[in-house]
Nanobody
Framework: VQLQASGGGLVQPGGSLRLSCAASGSIFSISDMGWYRQAPGKQRELVAR???????NYADSVKGRFTISRDNAKKTMYLQLNSLKPEDTAVYYCYANVLSKIWRDYWGQGTQVTVSS
């Protein structure tokens, strides 16, 4: 099982980005999926997560600005980042709780988001 994250980049404050996370491999089912981020010198923090049924929750710092979604048929999750702020600068990691041989969490490689003028 592999998770491939993409979509990061450099954007000005107030701008937008869309991150994607595609799962591939021997997958029978995917439960929760989500995004974490880690800024330099800080701990990794949960940004948003989404259940297989589509229930979502967000960190307070991103509520109203970020939107998480998923396409179960494509085994892909998205994170729409709007109204970006410099403090959103971080490496964003996706994860998924996957049933392959057993249930376990898998992580993507991370994608850099830099918000700067």
């Amino acid at each position: 099982v592999q998770l491939q994250a993409s979509g990061g980049g450099l954007v000005q404050p107030g701008g937008s980005l869309r991150l994607s996370c595609a799962a591939s491999g021997s997958i029978f089912s995917i439960s929760d999926m989500g995004w974490y981020r880690q800024a330099p010198g800080k701990q990794r923090e949960l940004v948003a997560r989404i259940t297989s049924a589509g229930s979502t929750n967000y960190a307070d710092s991103v509520k109203g600005r970020f939107t998480i979604s998923r396409d179960n048929a494509k085994k892909t999750m998205y994170l729409q980042l709007n109204s970006l702020k410099p403090e959103d600068t971080a490496v964003y990691y996706c994860y998924a709780n996957v049933l392959s041989k057993i249930w376990r969490d898998y992580w993507g490689q991370g994608t850099q988001v830099t918000v700067s003028s």
